[in-house]
């Protein structure tokens, strides 16, 4: 079974269709302590800090182990950021953010970057980025004031749910699409196929 490190029911419910046996569990990682110019790099280290802080990397017993027995074949961990020409857009502090970013996109091309990394049980950590391209449809301030206005903007990265209301607003998608709405499948499918039998 796999154990994934983050609270989001977007990712929860991606691992629920996909058929994946999971447990969600919030890793504490203060994620304003970890920074990086480079979106890529960031989410990166993101997913990596939160994977590893479930796995019992660095435990605070000074075991030297290196790994808990979590009872998990394997601990996830992933970060998505949307970058907007140039602009590195997180969840939206409130509405008012979230509808100046939309005016901004609406019509244009942003990229996706989510960081994902897996860590078995008495092995490496695997890491990698994968980003999509998003172009957002050209949608009028009253349909941008009610998107807004449903809440859902609020607790998505760049302020939209492809999976949600929020897909209604996109326009094409160039990529991995599960990427957009929390990991990549095909990814992680990847992975979890090179994983030892007995993990």
Same mark, same amino acid.
């Given at each position: 079974?796999?154990l994934? +490190?983050?609270?989001?029911?977007a990712?929860?419910?991606?691992?629920?269709?996909?058929?994946?046996?999971?447990?969600?569990?919030?890793?504490?990682?203060?994620e304003?302590?970890i920074?990086?110019?480079?979106p890529?790099?960031?989410?990166?280290?993101?997913?990596?800090?939160?994977?590893?802080?479930?796995?019992?990397?660095?435990?605070?017993?000074? $075991?030297?182990?290196?790994?808990?027995?979590?009872?998990?074949?394997?601990?996830?961990?992933?970060?998505?950021?949307?970058?907007?020409?140039?602009?590195v857009?997180?969840k939206?502090?409130?509405a008012?953010?979230?509808?100046?970013?939309?005016?901004?996109? +609406?019509?244009?091309?942003?990229?996706?970057?989510?960081g994902?990394c897996?860590?078995?049980?008495?092995?490496?950590?695997?890491?990698?980025?994968?980003?999509?391209?998003?172009?957002?449809?050209?949608?009028?301030?009253?349909?941008?004031?009610?998107?807004?206005?449903?809440?859902?903007?609020?607790a998505?990265?760049?302020?939209?749910?492809?999976?949600?209301?929020?897909?209604?607003?996109?326009?094409?998608?160039?990529?991995?699409?599960?990427?957009?709405?929390?990991l990549?499948?095909?990814?992680?499918?990847?992975?979890?196929?090179?994983?030892?039998e $007995?993990?």
């Amino acid at each position: 079974m796999l154990l994934l +490190a983050s609270a989001s029911p977007a990712r929860r419910r991606l691992l629920k269709q996909a058929a994946i046996p999971h447990h969600a569990m919030v890793s504490g990682v203060d994620e304003e302590a970890i920074h990086d110019p480079e979106p890529r790099q960031l989410v990166l280290l993101l997913a990596q800090a939160k994977a590893e802080a479930l796995a019992g990397c660095g435990d605070a017993e000074g $075991t030297g182990s290196g790994r808990s027995d979590h009872g998990f074949a394997a601990v996830l961990g992933c970060d998505s950021l949307l970058v907007f020409e140039g602009q590195v857009f997180g969840k939206p502090a409130d509405a008012g953010e979230a509808q100046e970013r939309w005016r901004c996109m +609406a019509g244009r091309w942003a990229e996706l970057h989510t960081g994902h990394c897996l860590v078995a049980a008495d092995g490496l950590p695997l890491l990698e980025t994968v980003t999509t391209r998003v172009q957002f449809a050209a949608v009028d301030d009253a349909t941008i004031a009610a998107y807004v206005a449903s809440g859902e903007p609020l607790a998505c990265a760049g302020g939209f749910a492809l999976e949600g209301r929020g897909g209604l607003l996109v326009e094409r998608i160039e990529g991995c699409y599960s990427n957009v709405i929390g990991l990549s499948l095909p990814l992680l499918r990847r992975w979890l196929a090179a994983l030892p039998e $007995t993990a």
